[in-house]
C-alpha cells in the first residue's frame, strides 16, 4: 500500500471511530461551548472541515495520469 | 393581499421558476436512455457538486433535522457525523463505476454488479431491494412539502393537496428533461437552500435568543450531551448512536440515485473533486441544526417536532414574503431529493427490471420512453404510503436507509473482489436484507438493524464466494 493510501485509511478509519463514538468519548461528551456550539456538535463539525483538506492532501500527492478518462473537460 | 396570499405567490413563483429551470435544462443532450438517465455522461464538476449535495439534502434535512434537534438535543448531531464519512467510498468506487460505464454501457448500480459479475438475477433484487427505499423516501419528501404548506397556510392546503401540486411540478420536469432537468434544478434549489439554510440558522437564535451562544447557554447540558435522546424520548446509548451513524454512513453513497451519478460524470476528476467539496455541503446542516434548538423552550411549542421550523416562522411575524421564500426553501429540500429518486427508481425499473433481469431489447429511444412512464406510477404509490405512514420524518427515513446499507457489500464485491461472484452477492443481499428487517422483531437492542444485516451479507458474500470452486466462470469477469 502506498504511504498517501495508509495515510488517508489511518484518517478514514479515525473519523469513522471518533464519530460514532467508539474512541475520543470523553472529548465529545465534554461540558461547555465551543466557539459557541455544544462540544458535540463543534466535534462533529471539526471532522467535515477537516476531511475535505485530508481528502485534498491524498488527491493532490497522487499521480494524475489516470484521472481524466472521459470527455475532455 | 393577505399574508397567506404572499406565501403563496412566493411559493407559486418558485414552482414556475423551477419548472423553467428543469424544462430547460434537458436541452442538448440524446434522445436515448443515455441521455436521458445518464446526460450521455457529460455532467461537468458544477452540476455534480449540486446533484450530489441538494440530491442528499432533503425534506429530512430541512424539517427532519430542526426536529430531531427540538426533539433529541444531541443525537441530532449524528446526521451531521454520517454525512462527514458516508461520502468517502465513492472517491474509489465512483470513478471505477464510471469507467466500466464507459465500457460497457451500464446506466444503473444493479446493472453494473449484475454484469460485472455475469448473474443475471442480481438485478431484479436489487431493484427489489432499491424500491423498497426509495418509495419511503420520495414518501418523506413528499409528506415534507406537504407540511410545510398547511403549516404555512393554517391547514387550509392539506398535506395531501399541498404534497400533490408540488410533485406535479417534479413530474413534469423530471419527465421532460430527464437526469439534466434535475442536475439544472438541484443546482437552483441547492444554493437557494444554503443561503436560506445559513440565513435562518443565524436569524432564529438571534432573534429569540440574542446569538447561538447565549441559546445554548440557556439549554440544559444534558440535553446538549452525546448521545442525546432516544426518537421515544429515552436516553440513547452510544450502541444505538454508533450503530446508527455507522449504518447510514454505509449506505450514504450506496444510495442508488447517488450512485447513479457517477455513470453521468464527464470524467473521473470530476468525481474526486466532487467528494473531496462535498463535506462542505454537509457544513450546511450546522444552521439547520440551530434552527431546532432554537425553537428549545419556545412558547407556544409546534404540535409536532417536524414542524418546529415553519411554527417558529409563523410565530416570529415575520413579513409574509420572507415567509415565503423560507417556504420555498423548504420545498426545494423536498423537491431536490425527490426529483432524483423518482428518475432514478423509474430507470431501475426499466434498465433493471424489464432488459437486464428480463433478457429484453429495446431501441435508446423505446428505453427513454419507457423510462418516462413509469414516472407516473411510482409517483402515485409513493404518493399512497406519503398519505398513509403516519411515522415521523426521520423514522421514516432511518427505515429507507436499512436496506439501502444491503447494497454496499454486493457493489464493493463486484467493484474491487477477484473471487467474488454472482450468487454469493445474492446471498449477502438477501440474507443481509432479511435479517435487517427481521431484526427489530427478534432482539431488543438499540443497535440500528442495518448492522447485523451488514454484518450477515459481508460474511454470506466471502464465504459463499470462497466456496465456489476457482474457475467455475462465476467470478469476477474482469480477473477471470
Known amino acids: 500500500m502506498r504511504v498517501r493510501d495508509a495515510l488517508f485509511l489511518g484518517y478514514a478509519i479515525l473519523a469513522v471511530l471518533g464519530l460514532t463514538g467508539v474512541l475520543f468519548r470523553g472529548v465529545a461528551t465534554a461540558d461547555g461551548l465551543v466557539l459557541g456550539l455544544p462540544i458535540g456538535l463543534a466535534w462533529v463539525t471539526a471532522w467535515a472541515v477537516a476531511t475535505p483538506f485530508a481528502l485534498w492532501a491524498h488527491w493532490a500527492a497522487g499521480p494524475r495520469a489516470n484521472e481524466d478518462e472521459g470527455r475532455p473537460e | ?480
Request: charged share 10%.
Open chain 2, 1 to 480: 393581499m393577505s399574508d397567506e396570499t404572499w406565501i403563496l405567490v412566493v411559493v407559486g413563483a418558485y414552482l414556475a421558476l423551477s419548472l423553467a429551470v428543469g424544462w430547460r435544462g434537458g436541452r442538448g443532450t440524446s434522445d436515448s436512455a443515455t441521455g436521458y438517465v445518464a446526460a450521455d455522461r457529460s455532467m461537468g464538476g458544477v452540476l455534480m457538486y449540486f446533484i450530489t449535495g441538494a440530491t442528499i439534502f432533503s425534506a429530512f434535512a430541512f424539517l427532519g433535522a430542526p426536529g430531531r434537534a427540538f426533539s433529541t438535543g444531541a443525537a441530532a448531531f449524528h446526521i451531521v457525523a454520517f454525512g462527514v464519512i458516508g461520502f468517502l467510498p465513492f472517491y474509489w468506487t465512483g470513478p471505477r463505476a464510471a469507467r466500466l460505464g464507459r465500457e460497457r454501457g451500464y446506466i444503473t448500480q444493479a446493472e453494473l454488479v449484475a454484469g460485472e459479475l455475469r448473474f443475471r438475477p442480481l438485478a431484479p433484487v436489487m431493484a427489489v431491494v432499491s424500491l423498497l427505499a426509495f418509495v419511503p423516501y420520495l414518501a418523506l419528501q413528499m409528506r415534507g412539502a406537504g407540511h410545510v404548506l398547511e403549516v404555512l397556510t393554517d391547514g387550509r392546503i392539506s398535506v395531501e393537496v399541498g404534497a400533490a401540486a408540488v410533485y406535479g411540478v417534479v413530474l413534469a420536469y423530471v419527465w421532460h428533461s430527464g437526469v439534466m432537468g434535475v442536475g439544472w434544478t438541484n443546482t437552483l434549489q441547492g444554493a437557494f437552500m444554503m443561503v436560506l439554510a445559513w440565513v435562518l440558522g443565524l436569524y432564529l437564535p438571534h432573534a429569540l435568543h440574542g446569538g447561538v451562544g447565549p441559546m445554548f447557554s440557556k439549554i440544559d447540558p444534558e440535553f446538549l450531551r452525546l448521545p442525546g435522546l432516544a426518537s421515544n424520548g429515552e436516553p440513547w446509548s452510544w450502541l444505538g448512536y454508533g450503530s446508527s451513524v455507522f449504518v447510514m454512513a454505509v449506505g450514504f453513497s450506496f444510495w442508488p440515485h447517488l450512485f447513479q451519478k457517477a455513470f453521468a460524470a464527464r470524467s473521473d476528476r470530476v468525481i474526486r473533486r466532487t467528494v473531496v467539496l462535498y463535506p462542505t455541503f454537509q457544513l450546511f446542516l450546522v444552521p439547520i441544526l440551530l434552527i431546532g434548538f432554537a425553537g428549545v423552550g419556545f412558547e407556544p411549542p409546534p404540535s409536532q417536532a417536524d414542524q418546529v421550523l415553519p411554527h417558529l416562522l409563523l410565530q416570529l411575524e415575520l413579513p409574509a414574503a420572507l415567509v415565503g421564500l423560507f417556504c420555498a426553501g423548504a420545498l426545494a429540500a423536498s423537491m431536490s431529493s425527490g426529483d432524483a429518486i423518482l428518475h432514478s427508481a423509474a430507470s431501475i425499473v426499466v434498465r433493471d427490471g424489464w432488459i437486464v433481469a428480463g433478457g429484453r431489447t429495446l431501441t435508446p429511444h423505446a428505453e427513454r420512453s419507457a423510462v418516462r412512464l413509469c414516472l407516473l406510477p411510482i409517483l402515485v404509490l409513493s404518493y399512497v404510503t406519503a398519505t398513509t405512514f403516519h411515522e415521523d420524518l426521520v423514522g421514516l427515513l432511518a427505515y429507507a436507509y436499512g436496506p439501502v446499507g444491503q447494497l454496499a457489500p454486493p457493489v464493493l464485491a463486484a467493484l474491487f473482489w477477484r473471487r467474488a461472484t454472482g450468487p454469493a452477492a445474492l446471498a449477502g443481499l438477501v440474507l443481509g436484507s432479511a435479517t435487517t428487517l427481521a431484526w427489530p422483531h427478534l432482539v431488543t437492542s438499540d443497535v440500528h438493524p442495518g448492522l447485523p444485516g451488514l454484518a450477515v451479507n459481508a460474511a454470506a458474500i466471502v464465504l459463499v464466494s470462497l466456496a465456489a470452486p476457482r474457475g467455475s466462470g462465476s467470478e469476477n469477469p474482469r480477473n477471470a
